[in-house]
């Protein structure tokens, strides 16, 4: 079975060790994104005693140039604390911390896009947007192939898998249970879990967050993901089609709602006309879905397995072939939330969030985004 | 080696070092339903801010019926509408599970939501304060689909040691048997007992008494139970009525049945009253005691291996062949309750308990009008 060798050491032995005391010293993991704009990396530093908020943890740096990130003759790159979270691999007092990453001249790194969403969110701080994204994934086994699958083979069709219980429809059940419990432990807004479609496929769901929080618990809660399959011996991928045919791909369905939008009337006021005004710049959201520009997404938006098609936007209750799917209680309450069903599992969620606030709250048409500094 | 899933081989030590995490006040409430199939069970996981004390603090929620055989795609909100609550045995306290009533977007129930019309029929009949034990028995198998232990492509030996059998050429999987009785405890299901059964690899345990529409709520979640501790062993569960051909038992869901006067001095001519009105009603009866209309019963009800043919209804005292048995102490005693042994393992708790109600109960109200 194609779990890795790190999984099989003795942890029972690891246990001993984690269990020492540190006195008053702290270990801060740093965690940023790198030049691909889908991996996370981290490193990990001690201080001397518990930051109590993120304005107590220090800037740092690191080697940009091995991280796709920049070249070898100039390859310091800045870490800047944005958010902090409790590590529940570590355990108490100490913290994972995600960091915005600024180039040598202190301008974003390329793959910060948390940068500019923050500039955004707070130019629509009154409006109080909330996000929910749904994170699909899959589980693969340390040699590429869903875990669980026969090795040169498929399980049976689609159809059993999605909230499946039992051996032959859950696969991998224990990753989806302590990634859910390490989220609770860090203060990561963890709002559910299911199973997917698809056998090896699950789901969790980030939210309700407003404005930045929902890229910072997002990221957080990947790296999560990664750290407790790493801690198993397989390997997660939001890679939105991971299997050609007809089984389903791997989104990030993102659910959005404003102030007003949550008020009395909220579906017929504000919501129809924010989905019109997506509806006439699905493009421009397209490429920022994917951290390819859309070319991603071509693989999984087909119009099938419950997707709408790349090349052409729709929206309707309780749809879920359609872009924009607006629940049925939603449609029955005349007021809530809607759900874009485009972001791909691989999605940056800075850049999908900037661009519903963009185009829904700062009301910006056209295929480019508004420049706003001045 | 049996076959067991690769998912079972996962450090199950690593997975405890998580699990045993603080949550502060936050709680995990499992939402579980029946799916289109009318056999098969769902389920999906969301936080709430704080541990419900009862189902009224549970929210209504929602699914995509398109992917459980019960809408389209273009439709397939469905809601689920939580009805009862137990404690969850693999999340652990505070965490819940919550067994719900799935409606379609109108707001009716779903095809396969037997407990609405159940729970209606409950209500009219409660002065009867109807009590109900289900015998539920099942079949352990490997995930290659062969029962569990059984040698690859072969048999065990022929049926005889193996009932309530005791030794590791007798007893296959009792492990999961035991953890699946202490999680049935933990969680708060009247599970009443269990035993080894005369096919190798099939068990049994009993669950009740329950009254009224209690009965099907404690015996969907105690399958839920069972197939989650299953799949944690990387074993499967089969309800299936037949699940080997040939000289190997069935497996059924035997439904005692009792109301306050058959428990009473005198009971047993209430009892023979209501088999009296079965008889009349058998094929009615088969048409509701598995999610096919018969179909499945058919493969187990031959009249052979301790059971009735499904063709004829008879009834007769400590008579396993029998559609209905009375126990012998029951027969001693003339008070008590009798076993309707028709229903297969896989039926819907709801739909046989509904229709003993009505043809034991009802229809006697309308006749005496």
């Not at chain 1, 100490?94 to 990453?101: P, S």
């Not at chain 1, 872009?323 to 940056?348: H, L, M, T, W």
């Not at chain 2, 609550?85 to 965490?95: E, G, Q, S, V, Y």
């Not at chain 2, 062949?321 to 003339?334: M, T």
Request: charged share 25%; hydrophobic share 30%; aromatic share 10%.
């Amino acid at each position: 079975m194609a779990t890795s060798a790190s999984s099989k050491l003795n942890k029972a032995v690891k246990q001993q060790y984690m269990s020492l005391p540190q006195g008053e010293k702290v270990q801060a993991m740093y965690i940023w994104i790198d030049g691909s704009g889908e991996g996370l990396r981290c490193k990990t530093r001690t201080l001397d005693s518990e930051p109590k908020t993120i304005e107590d943890l220090p800037e740092w740096n690191f080697d940009g140039s091995s991280t796709y990130q920049s070249e070898g003759s100039n390859s310091d790159m800045y870490l800047i604390p944005a958010a902090m979270f409790r590590d529940p691999f570590r355990k108490d007092p100490n913290k994972l911390v995600l960091c915005e990453v600024l180039k040598y001249n202190r301008k974003p790194a390329e793959t910060n896009l948390r940068y500019t969403c923050k500039k955004i969110m707070n130019m629509v701080e009154n409006n109080h947007s909330w996000f929910g994204m749904e994170q699909e994934y899959t589980i693969l086994g340390t040699d590429g192939h869903p875990f669980g699958w026969p090795s040169n083979g498929f399980p049976g069709p689609q159809g059993p898998y999605y909230c499946g219980v039992g051996a032959d429809k859950a696969y991998g059940r224990d990753i989806v249970e302590a990634h859910y419990r390490a989220c609770l432990y860090a203060g990561v807004q963890i709002y559910g879990s299911n199973a997917e479609v698809m056998p090896a496929q699950w789901e969790f769901q980030i939210g309700p967050c407003e404005g930045i929080d929902m890229g910072d618990h997002l990221w957080v809660a990947r790296f999560i993901l990664h750290r407790v399959c790493e801690d198993f011996g397989v390997v997660v991928s939001f890679d939105p089609k991971p299997i050609p045919g007809n089984w389903n791909g791997a989104g990030c369905h993102t659910n959005f709602s404003t102030k007003e939008m949550r008020e009395d009337g909220g579906l017929i006021n504000e919501m129809w006309e924010s989905i019109e005004k997506l509806a006439k710049r699905h493009r421009y959201h397209i490429r920022a879905y994917d951290p390819k520009g859309g070319l991603d997404n071509a693989r999984r938006l087909t119009g099938r397995h419950e997707t709408s098609s790349i090349d052409e936007f729709s929206a309707g209750v309780a749809n879920r072939g359609a872009s924009i799917r607006i629940p049925r209680s939603v449609g029955q309450d005349k007021k809530g939330y809607f759900e874009d069903r485009r972001p791909s599992a691989n999605c940056d969620p800075y850049a999908v969030t900037e661009a519903l606030v963009r185009t829904c709250l700062l009301k910006e048409e056209g295929e480019e985004p508004a420049n706003y500094s001045k | 080696m049996a076959s067991v899933s690769s998912s079972s081989h996962l450090n199950k030590t690593v997975r405890q070092q998580y699990m045993s995490l603080p949550q502060g006040q936050k709680c995990q409430v499992t939402y579980i339903w029946i799916d289109g199939t009318g056999e098969t069970l769902r389920n999906k996981t969301r936080t709430l801010d704080t541990e419900p004390q009862s189902i009224e603090e549970i929210p209504e929620w929602n699914f995509d019926g398109s992917s459980t055989y019960q809408a389209e795609g273009s439709n397939s909100d469905m809601y689920l509408i939580p009805v009862c609550m137990f404690r969850d045995p693999f999340n652990l306290d505070p965490n819940k599970l919550v067994l719900c009533e799935v409606l379609k977007y109108n707001r009716l129930p779903a095809e396969t939501n037997h407990r609405a019309s159940c729970n209606k029929v409950m209500e009219k009949v409660k002065e009867h304060h109807i009590w109900f034990g289900m015998e539920q028995e099942y079949t352990l198998l490997g995930t290659d689909g062969h029962p569990f232990s059984w040698p690859p492509n072969g048999f065990p030996a022929p049926q005889g040691p193996y009932y309530c059998g005791v030794g590791a050429n007798s007893a296959y999987g009792r492990d999961i048997v035991e953890c699946h009785y202490k999680a049935c405890l933990y969680a708060g299901i009247k599970i009443c007992g269990t035993n080894a059964e005369v096919m190798p690899s099939q068990w049994e345990y009993q669950v009740g008494p329950c009254e009224g529409i209690e009965m099907g709520d404690h015996l969907w979640v105690s399958r839920f139970l069972l197939h989650r501790v299953c799949e944690d062993f990387g074993v499967v569960a089969t309800l299936d009525p037949k699940p080997m051909k040939g000289n190997w038992n069935g497996t059924g869901c035997h439904t005692n049945v009792s109301t306050k006067e058959m428990r009473e001095e005198g009971g047993l001519q209430y009892i023979e009253k209501a088999i009296d009105k079965l008889g009349k009603k058998h094929p009615e009866h088969i048409r509701v005691y598995d999610p096919h209309e018969g179909k499945d019963n058919i493969r187990r009800l031959t009249g052979l291996h301790e059971t009735s043919s499904i063709h004829d209804f008879s009834a007769g005292v400590a008579n396993r062949g029998a559609s209905i048995r009375i126990p012998r102490q029951v027969g001693q005693e003339k008070k008590g309750y009798f076993e309707d042994r028709r229903p297969a393992a896989n039926c819907d708790p709801y739909a046989v308990t509904k229709a003993i109600a009505i043809t034991c109960l009802l229809e006697e109200e309308k006749g005496a009008k």
